[in-house]
T-cell receptor
Framework: KQEVTQIPAALSVPEGENLVLNCSFTDSAIYNLQWFRQDPGKGLTSLLLIQSSQREQTSGRLNASLDKSSGRSTLYIAASQPGDSATYLCAVRPDGNQFYFGTGTSLTVIP | DTAVSQTPKYLVTQMGNDKSIKCEQNLGHDTMYWYKQDSKKFLKIMFSYNNKELIINETVPNRFSPKSPDKAHLNLHINSLELGDSAVYFC??????????FGPGTRLTVL
């Protein structure tokens, strides 16, 4: 069974810093991987989806990479802003129909 | 326009009661999901429906019964509610194996 781990569990950075969030998974046979953002008391917002054949995806200040062979993905956030404060979740899809979620990284960007 | 909507947003009820949570998506997606997020913020899939047919049924007590009257709706009915059912329940939808879009969640509290 796929297990997804996110490190660190919590991260606090000053505004303007670049940062990296890590996601690791135990089974490299994945279909795709998705990064989400969850604000307190809210649902999940999709940030980036990387297919198993891709190495990275970019959207604005966000860049997600995927290394299937090592079972890792990273989410890079450039020039962090207070509005980036949220919990970031990594989800791995081993086949077409379900996701396994990590426990998330709680990010605080200090003004 | 809300893409994935859930009702109610909050649900407080006594142990032993039966309750339902409704989910609707207006994205034209063919696959819908129910997730449970526990007090530790861990998200776990419960059910997945594709074109009104059950695809995934994780280890969920049979007190939980999903019902999909059409492709745009996936309702969750829970019988004989227990204290451990208290959680936030999220509905999501996708087109096949593409990006999942989540609803805002329903916070269920069982007293």
């Amino acid at each position: 069974k796929q297990e997804v781990t996110q490190i660190p569990a919590a991260l606090s950075v000053p505004e303007g810093e670049n940062l990296v969030l890590n996601c690791s998974f135990t089974d490299s046979a994945i279909y795709n991987l998705q990064w989400f953002r969850q604000d307190p008391g809210k649902g999940l917002t999709s940030l980036l989806l990387i297919q198993s054949s891709q190495r990275e995806q970019t959207s604005g200040r966000l860049n997600a990479s995927l290394d299937k062979s090592s079972g890792r993905s990273t989410l890079y956030i450039a020039a962090s802003q207070p509005g980036d404060s949220a919990t970031y979740l990594c989800a791995v899809r081993p086949d077409g129909n379900q996701f396994y979620f990590g426990t998330g990284t709680s990010l605080t960007v200090i003004p | 326009d809300t893409a994935v909507s859930q009702t109610p947003k909050y649900l407080v009820t006594q142990m032993g009661n039966d309750k339902s949570i409704k989910c609707e998506q207006n994205l034209g997606h063919d696959t819908m999901y129910w997730y449970k997020q526990d007090s530790k913020k861990f998200l776990k899939i419960m059910f997945s429906y594709n074109n009104k047919e059950l695809i995934i049924n994780e280890t969920v007590p049979n007190r939980f019964s999903p019902k999909s009257p059409d492709k745009a709706h996936l309702n969750l009915h829970i019988n004989s509610l227990e204290l451990g059912d208290s959680a936030v329940y999220f509905c999501a939808s996708s087109r096949a194996s593409r990006t999942q879009y989540f609803g805002p969640g329903t916070r269920l509290t069982v007293l």
